[in-house]
């Protein structure tokens, strides 16, 4: 395990919106680095960065042309590397987003990979071998190449799968995992890694960690001894090189050689319902003041996955991502800050995704951007101050990346560093507590002490922490004998200590009082006690 992910708490930048330095209406390097003192007041230590590579942007980027050169648009590969050195310089540290299971069709290998003539690159990809013969069961595309065949698809349209290989080809033109064309595929990811770790970057983000290997097995099996032997790789040369998976499997993305993985709003949906939890119109998120869910209805699910795996890697909570709507849509900021309260008290490190520490908008009007649909409301420039498109860019209006939210009493930094009771003075707050305590960072310690069906309040413990949250309208009054947790029996967690704990309360939303074994939690209320 690398060892800086011990207290890394990760902001996630969309480049395109968070800082554009030279006025052309696109965010670019030297935007970040011109932020990287803010990021790091936030308390955020380490960085995730969307794409930033060559590519025609259908997919903002998640569709490769060139993984080793950096998008012009964000500058050269020499402003990347000084990205880099600038994170470092302030002990941070970053990773870059690797595409491993498909690029776009723009990309050199592809264009090869479709020629009628067999080369080097015929079997990159995945073809049938006959223009009319569909890949069962797997996304694809006929009728646009030279080459008399179908391709697979892992995304859009202009998302070419890589060939990783069947797990157990049936047909001709299904390839083994160590046939030598998709031991090429391995070796060039392996390459592409190396290059930018050599270069300086600290890890990487893995999108659809889950795609590589077809038909695959409910376990992932194939997908998953490639992810071991990249991890041997990173072990070898790289020890201090972090992997992150979007998979929301942690049990099998650890086990298979990620130090992370993200816990997500698919395959299966536990996360969702603290934050995002509207159908049929009803918004019946946990943290809602007038939701009607236990926080069992998260925990369940999250235990089973984290009790797995917490001795070996991380199970990480987001705020948000450039995929989701964003928290803000569903919740309030009073809402906000206990969800975030919350995760950034769990296990795991937590991800902070650019906009979401002054609760930016979401803005469900926008028209598609490169390939963003209902995804491109999250992707607007970063709200800095009044100025001129909230301080994120010089350009005219119409030039920007996506249009600013000029909503009224739209959140930006500036206004909301002026107010004590801002949601970013509550995020700044909390990550600094998280930052100073060894218990919030030793990932094994987590103790859900009370939590049932029918009720909202809920108590979880961190080693010497002991957090409390009522997210109902209503005052809540929790027995101490009543809580317990697999290290801890119900006995008194407190007994005898009460004056102490008084002046023990590192952090309190709203206000929570405890006397004679019960603790009243008012309403809306969030607590850590040091016990
Ligand atoms: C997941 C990424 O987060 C998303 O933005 C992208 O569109 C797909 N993978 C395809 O790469
Ligand atoms: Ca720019």
New binding site residues.
Partial sequence: MPTWLNDAVFYEIYPQSFMDSNGDGIGDFQGIIDKLDYIRGLGCNAIWMNPCYDSPFQ??G?DVRDYQKAAARYGSNDDLVRLFEAVHKRDMHILLDL?PG?TSEEHEWFKLSSKAEPNEYSDRYIWTDNWFQAPEGLKHVAGESERNGVYVL??FKC?PALNYGFLHPEQPWQKGMDDPACVATKEALKDIMRFWLDKGCDGFRV??ADSLVKNDDEKKSGTCMIWKEIRKMLDESYPEAALVS?WNRPELAIPAGFHMDFCLDWGGNCYNLLMRDLKDGVNNSFFRKDSTRSILDFFGEYLQSYEQIKKKGHYCLITG???TVRASYYLDVRELKLAYAFLFTMPGNPFLYYGDEIGMRYQAQLITKE?GYT?TGSRTPMQWDDTKNHGFSSADAEMLYLPVDITPNTPTVAAQEQDSESLLHMVKEILKIRGEKEDLKDNGNLELLYGKEGERAFAYCRGGLLMMCNPSGQEAVLEEKLLSGPNRSKTELLSGRTELLGAEKLFEIGSTEYADGRFTLGAQSFVIWQI
């Fill in positions: 997919d903002a998640y595409v498909h892992n995304f998302q999108d659809m979007e991502n450039h995929d390939g995804r």
